[in-house]
């Protein structure tokens, strides 16, 4: 069952907070603030974010897909996902 | 100081004698007899070992050549004539057995045939690369599989998290089998091993901890590649080594270390990497190397992330001491 997709802020910080390595302070992290110039994400973060992201809204994220306007703040995310579901 | 194109450019003699004052320095203070080097047939090592030779003769520097059965078999080649030409004493291991014991290969494989069941490694070659036009696109960093029969790209996958662990953790025996053989060789010579990692690689953590950064000390550390290369020149270092284009030569398949790594060129790296270092204003920096404001933003975005990344591999262990 997919998620609802109001809920997908707060399911995307949970996921940055349990995973990645400098979210110590995910909270502080504004919605469109960038996940790269802020260093939260690293090579395999990517990674792992994709595979959740998959997962977790069961949809297949294409190569092309992988760049920061998909994928590089908590907005993008979501509007990314709203493209999908 | 001003940025330009030839910032990096040093005084090669001066350098060479500082470099060389450190490596007898460092022996000297472990009360060590001399050095051993890993001779991989790459500009690196083989700078390193003409430095090393010159500061402790070569009677006092012992090389090790350690292939396997995916190197390119010229690596062994350009090692041994360079190692010959310093007249030191050197072996060749091949530690093939050594990884297929540690079943290296199979356990990489097996990740492989799980996203590509036809694959067969004795007809097939490997590389993994991450995306190109760096300065072009914003990409995240995703490695790429791809799969090779006679050299045309027959498959090719992005990796998962777990598939690329797997892969790297099974590709990164090999260098940590090769620290094992150096220093082998250096407790039984009572002498220190020596490593070959440039700035670029050390900042930007293209190397293996324990592996190829399992070392005692790093004597050119702080060389950027194209420093690498001046100094070479002064040893006159083998043109073949210098006209080889840099490559982990980890993969059975060709691949050079911007495809997977650093994704441009090196002639940009070393500019690009100092100007971040140094924190040069980017207008400068855009207009020596004829950049755009987002393309030097990106390639800084990867250096970044390359750098808080891989700072672990930069520290000592955390302890409670």
Same mark, same amino acid.
């Given at each position: ?85 | ?100 014991? +540690? ?5 990489? =494989? ?29 990409? +995240? ?13 027959? +498959? ?49 953590? +293209? ?62 790296? =070393? ?26 933003? /990106? ?8 750098? /808080? ?13």
């Amino acid at each position: 069952m997919r998620d609802n997709v109001n809920d997908i802020k707060t399911i995307l910080r949970e996921f940055f907070r349990n995973n990645f390595l400098y979210s110590s302070d995910i909270d502080s992290i504004s919605d469109d603030a960038s996940f790269m110039n802020e260093g939260i994400i690293d090579s395999t973060g990517v990674l792992e974010l994709i595979d959740f992201l998959e997962e977790r809204f069961e949809i297949n994220i294409e190569n092309q897909e992988v760049i920061p306007e998909n994928l590089d703040s908590f907005n993008n995310i979501e509007r990314f996902l709203h493209t999908k579901l | 100081m001003t940025f330009h194109h030839d910032v990096l450019k040093l005084d090669a003699s001066k350098e060479i004698d500082r470099i060389c004052c450190f490596i007898s320095r460092q022996v000297d203070l472990r009360k060590k007899d001399g050095v051993v080097v890993g001779l991989s047939g790459g500009i690196d090592s083989a700078l390193v070992s003409s430095l090393c030779v010159k500061a402790l003769g070569k009677e006092r520097v012992f090389g090790l050549i350690l292939p396997e059965r995916e190197s390119n078999p010229i690596s062994k080649e350009y090692a041994k004539e360079h190692a010959e030409a310093l007249g030191l004493e050197y072996e060749i291991v091949d530690i093939t057995r050594t990884l297929k014991a +540690f079943d290296s290969y199979k356990k990489r =494989d097996a990740i492989i045939n799980s996203l590509f069941p036809d694959y067969n490694p004795s007809k097939h070659k490997i590389k993994v690369t991450l995306p190109k036009d760096l300065l072009f696109r914003d990409y +995240f960093n995703f490695f790429t599989l791809r799969v090779l029969e006679d050299d045309k790209e027959i +498959f090719s996958s992005r990796l998962r998290k777990g598939d690329i662990n797997g892969i790297v953790a099974a590709t990164d025996t090999k260098q940590r089998t090769r620290m094992i053989y150096l220093y082998y060789h250096a407790e039984r010579l009572n002498r220190i091993v020596c490593g070959t990692t440039n700035l670029p690689e050390m900042m930007q953590g +293209f190397f293996v901890k324990y592996g190829d950064g399992g070392v005692d000390i790093e004597p050119i550390a702080h060389l950027y590649k194209t420093q690498v290369y001046q100094l070479a020149r002064e040893f006159s270092v083998p043109q073949s080594i210098i006209d080889r284009p840099p490559s982990p030569d980890t993969f059975n398949s060709q691949v050079s270390d911007e495809e997977f790594y650093f994704r441009i060129p090196y002639s940009l790296v =070393d500019l690009l990497l100092f100007a971040w270092r140094n924190d040069f204003p980017k207008e400068d920096v855009c207009n020596v190397m004829d950049l755009t404001n987002d393309q030097l933003d /990106r390639v800084y975005r990867d250096f970044n992330t390359k750098y /808080r990344g891989t700072q672990h591999l930069r520290e000592l262990p955390p302890t409670l001491l």
